[in-house]
């Protein structure tokens, strides 16, 4: 895994779920029912995830995942997922604005 991918998950209960790899994470090892999204330089990783938090997401994953057993995306399904994407100023500056929100949350829920 490289700093700044994205796993996603396809299959499951946990179909969607996202999780961003950061350096502090140390050596990790992600298993099948896992698909991991390397970010290309021109985008923002953190905007990228963020995106993944978002009804529009939730509605794609809920609609794409219906099967006749157990609910799944595969990688083919995952990228027809349309982002609107600004600049990449804009798209730092967004990820990192939402980021800061859930930091915020997660201290607020500690309390």
């Known amino acids: 895994m490289n700093i700044g991918d994205i796993v996603f998950a396809r299959t499951g209960a ?14 990790v090892y ?11 330089s021109e985008y923002d990783t953190e905007f990228v995830f963020q995106n993944t938090l978002t009804n529009g997401y939730d ?6 995942s219906q ?3 157990q ?6 399904e995952y ?9 990449k100023q804009e ?5 990192s604005y939402f980021k ?4 915020l949350i997660t201290l607020h829920q500690r309390k």
């Open 14 to 27: 946990s179909v969607g779920k996202t999780y961003v790899y950061r350096a502090s994470d140390g050596l």
């Open 30 to 40: 992600f298993a099948g029912f896992l698909i991991r999204a390397n970010i290309k």
């Open 59 to 64: 509605q794609f994953i809920r609609i794409t």
């Open 67 to 69: 099967r006749s057993g």
């Open 71 to 76: 609910p799944g995306v595969n990688a083919q």
């Open 79 to 87: 990228q027809d997922y349309t982002l609107f994407i600004p600049t």
């Open 91 to 95: 798209q730092t500056q967004i990820g």
């Open 100 to 103: 800061h929100l859930d930091n």
